[in-house]
């Protein structure tokens, strides 16, 4: 592998990891319009607009999506704004919060590790080391299977017994194991 790890590349990676704040301003738009209908004139006043965002209504659930959540998952954004099949829908900024917490609480505790992370040159040395001694452990076992299959893979002095010789040190995996 052609990484170097380093104090800088792993506060990079941290940076490059941070989610955005965006969904606080989509919730300030929430409690402006609590108590409200859900309907077009809520999504104009999103980031984005209309454009961006539509309310996606299933089995009693109505949820806020940006377009890009269904295209491409993980870089969207789904919020479940109600669970009621019954009546109109309001606004309601603290279902919202409660309902939606990976995009709330838990994205302001992950972002909060990514810079106590960042502003640790002890422990952003600490991975860097981590991840340059877990590819060389890599590299090393793939050369240590390479030498093991020179002389036990098929055709080779030890091949009669090949599996045995890689149960003895772990290599051997078994694809079928569980399926029984």
Not at 128 to 150: I, M, N
Not at 154 to 159: E, L, Q, R, T
Request: net charge neutral; hydrophobic share 35%; aromatic share 10%.
């Amino acid at each position: 592998m052609s990484e170097t790890f380093t104090v800088e590349y792993v506060r990079t990676k941290l940076q490059l990891e941070r989610e955005s704040d965006e969904p606080d301003a989509i919730l300030d738009v929430l409690k402006a319009n609590a108590g409200k209908k859900f309907n077009v004139h809520l999504l104009r006043k999103l980031p984005g607009g209309e454009e961006r965002w539509r309310y996606y209504h299933i089995a009693g659930m109505t949820s806020l999506e940006d377009r890009a959540y269904r295209a491409e998952g993980v870089q969207g954004i789904s919020l479940l704004l109600s669970y009621d099949s019954s009546g109109p829908h309001t606004v309601a900024p603290d279902f919202v919060v409660e309902k939606n917490p990976a995009y709330f609480a838990g994205r302001r505790d992950r972002n909060g590790l990514r810079t106590h992370c960042a502003e640790s040159p002890r422990l952003c040395q600490e991975m860097a080391d981590a991840l340059a001694g877990y590819v060389q452990a890599r590299e090393a076992l793939a050369a240590a299977r390479a030498k093991l299959d020179a002389l036990s893979a098929y055709g080779k002095p030890f091949s009669p017994d090949e599996y045995t010789w890689q149960r003895l040190c772990g290599a051997y995996e078994d694809d079928n194991k569980g399926k029984r």
